[in-house]
């Protein structure tokens, strides 16, 4: 049985209520008010201290907020990542961007493809990223994590340290079958 709380825009809770309900494994316990406001800044508008983390060789999130050069950048979540794999452990702030919005961002680049290998043979290493999380927790309000569409290393690292998990699905039949 899989419980679920439905979040988004007017139109997509009316869909997605209405082609969750004919499934009977699948209870909606509720239904949010709709999305008024957009944006990544929304809870850095609310006086939050935000944290974003890239865990994607595509970089989405980055390019979102204007990042085009990721290659150029000295510290990526890569090199967090190595770095605790390695015992050396990083400085709470190294690596991390400022964003204009007033939210902050570990990047990733396209070495972040080759990840899955470097933990291949590494104990414990679905807790590589909590680690890490868990030593600039206290310095953030929200640490949000953006993974790729897959069930790789990386994103069961994310699991491994997340509260919650967001899962968004275009509002499709297709998408939210898979």
């Given at each position: ?76 979540l890569v090199t967090i990542m190595e770095q605790i794999v ?93």
């Open positions: 049985m899989l419980k679920i709380r439905l979040q988004g825009t007017t139109k997509d809770l009316k869909w997605f209520k209405k082609i969750l309900e004919k499934d009977r494994r699948i209870t909606v316990l509720s239904v949010s008010e709709p999305f008024a406001n957009k944006g990544t800044n929304k809870l850095a508008r609310q006086g939050k201290k935000v944290l974003l983390i890239d865990a994607d060789a595509q970089g989405s999130l980055m390019a979102s907020l204007g990042y085009t050069e990721p290659d150029k950048l000295e510290v990526t390695n015992e050396d452990f990083p400085e709470s702030d190294e690596g991390i961007l400022h964003h204009n919005e007033g939210v902050y961002l570990l990047l990733a680049n396209i070495e972040f493809s080759g990840i899955e290998v470097s933990l291949i043979n590494i104990l414990s290493r679905e807790t590589v990223l909590k680690e890490y999380v868990n030593s600039v927790t206290e310095s953030y309000d929200y640490i949000l994590i953006d993974c790729m569409p897959s069930l790789e290393m990386v994103t069961i690292n994310a699991l491994a340290c997340a509260d919650f998990v967001l899962i968004p699905v275009q509002a499709a039949y297709l998408p939210l079958k898979a």
